[in-house]
């Protein structure tokens, strides 16, 4: 509670901030907030007469693409081979099923007439296609299957209303509405219910609604579309699938490793209503499988009650998900907000990972994906009977933990309405063993206690192109580093904004490496009279052999206390522009420095420890106090190569050092300005036996060096 309270605080300085990123995520909304399409928005069109161009006549070529229709006045029927219309329509606009529909070879094309319900009656499938069967629906407006009228037989869970296998091709077109609401505890098998099971051979989806079966059975993993088999199938380009509320129980679903793909117009849904275990996912996949989704939309679930859920939206934890366009929104979750990637424990291995891939590395896939972040909430009901609601989740977005996430192109949003941010991660949070590769694309920060982008708690993160922009956290502004691994070699953080760290924050024990790349205009910042430490990177113990600096740049990093300005306090207790560490062993090492605004200590601040020159230029930085580029408060510090020119403080414009030792063996110290000791003010001992001092300015007294007391 106490970090949550302390968030509360800062996001009311950072109201600016966030409301315009907010602003910049969405133009859907007349407040800029971003705007969730729903079930109603993906209406579908009906096929309603039979001057309607027959989708399988053009298709084929056929001649005649408008057919004659035959009047279908059975009850079920297998067909091995031939062309056929039908349709089905009667006075009762009722058709109680009692034998299945099955094409087991040739052409059955089905026209369900405008506001006609089939009801299956059989313990078969109402539709199944096999062999070289194919098997073709099309839905008048209002059109339903269902199995709500069977209380006697049970469908025996493979499928329960289509199936295709042994290679059999079926087509959905138009408006039917597929449901099938079970009260009578009929599913027997794990895995295989829902209303289609594509097993071997291919289900295209154009149109129509499916919505997840209910069921009071113990069995799992019902959800519209189940794949069960490694040749199995499913694309979808046009129509809708919406979820139940039972476990598992997500529009799509694997039980063995096969094939679905994403595209068009299609929009799933999660379940969203009460829950006690996790439920709302759109996607599920835990038993291998590439999903691929090139298009269309995906709404996560949103869902109330105790729950520790994972991934409100797209589940991965064994087999491939590539996302290569399309828009995804995330509903609520405990662990990543959108999307969960992870490992399936409990699949007979704890060996199978999952891994996401956001953006493809193909050029000629033009499509880029963009994902919102979901609500960050878990509501738990005290003793006293009172419900409390708390921010104690993790990636607003993504949360990643084994699994691998690459990050190739798209736009990832961190959810941004107040209230329901995550405690760490705004956007995405990496765990245990889990491996982030960010190539491209860009992360759009919000709002955390720690991590306004990122919260990495371990695993490895690596950051080889793409852009960070905004993000807003006490500590760690775009990202916090608590352990793992992390390497900047390339891409850009943009814009963000904490306490400490308004880029980075590297917890003591974290393996950080800049090798490339770019950090600009970063900042801390708060209403309080606090100091605020590190515009952009704050380190709170420094280790120059686990946190190294050989490259990249860091521009504009400032520090700056909005108390200030509305108090009319003019000085701004804020240190170290760029890099704030608090004790320990830093190199810079060809990171460069240039412009910002600091307290004292415009690029570097040290409270205490070693600091190492060799190779890095820090340039045209600016402090209101002590130390326009570096003050060291105490330790050591050794100018082995690089630059130090054209920066402006009081005393010390370009170096001020308190206590310990200053060597200077290589380099250059020139053109800064100060008040007393426009190149140096020193406190300390001077050893220099090699290098260049040279230039400098000060109002007051010495332009190139200010020895303090008696030092050397």
Known sequence: MKKLSKLLSVCAVLALLIACAALSVSADGNDGTVVVPSWENFAQTGFDSA??????????????????????????????????HIYIDNEEKLLNLTAQFQVSGGTTVIWIKPGVTIVAKSSENAFRASGSGNLWILGGTGSVVTGDGDTSTSHAGNGGLMRVITGGDMYIYGDTTFQLNRTDNKVTTDYMGGLVDVNKGNLYMYGGSM??????????????????????TFYMSGGRLKGSGTSESAPITFNNAGKVEISGNAYIEGYSGSATSSAGYAIYQSKGGTVTIKGGTIVGGTITGTHDHYGSALYVTNGTMNIYGGTIYGGSSKYGGTIYVGRNSSNGTTTATGTLNIGSTDASITTSPTIYGGKMLVTATETDGT??????????????????????????????????????????????????????GTIHGGTATTGGAIHQYAGTLNISGGTINGGAAPEGGAVYVAGGSTTVSSGTVNGSVAEKGGAFYLADGANFAMTGGSVNGCSVDNTTEAVVLGGAIYLENANAETMTFTGGTITGGTTHRSANETAGITKLEGLGGAIYAEKGSLTLAGTDITGGYAYQGCAVYML??????????????????????????????????????????????????????????????????????????????????GGTISGGSATEYAGGIFMAGNKT
Do not use: F
């Not at 989708?55 to 079920?76: F, M, R």
């Not at 607003?396 to 990832?412: D, E, P, R, S």
């Open 387 to 440: 419900t409390v609601t708390e921010r104690v989740s993790n990636g607003g977005a993504i949360y990643v933990v084994y699994g691998t996430l690459n990050i190739n192109k798209g736009n990832i949003y961190a959810n941004t309405q107040t209230g329901y941010e995550p405690n760490k991660g705004g956007a995405i949070y990496l765990s245990t063993s889990g491996t982030i590769n960010m190539k491209g």
């Open 211 to 232: 919505i997840g079966p209910i069921d009071a059975s113990s069995k799992t993993v019902r959800g519209c579309v189940v794949v069960s088999g490694t040749e199995g």
């Open 51 to 84: 001057d309607t161009p027959c989708p399988h006549c053009v298709a084929a070529n056929a001649a005649d693409i408008t057919p004659e229709w035959t009047q279908y006045t059975g009850t079920g029927t297998s067909y091995s081979s031939g062309t056929r």
């Open 608 to 689: 205490d420890g070693t600091l190492t020159i060799d190779g890095s230029d820090i340039t045209n930085t600016k402090s209101a106090s002590y130390g326009g580029a570096i003050r060291m408060k105490a330790g050591t510090m050794n100018m082995v190569s690089g630059t130090v020119s054209g920066n402006t403080g009081t005393r010390g414009g370009g170096i001020y050092m308190d206590n310990g030792t200053l060597t200077i063996s290589g380099g250059t110290i020139s053109d800064n300005t100060g008040t007393r000791g426009g190149n140096l003010y020193l406190g300390s001992t001077l050893t220099m036996t």
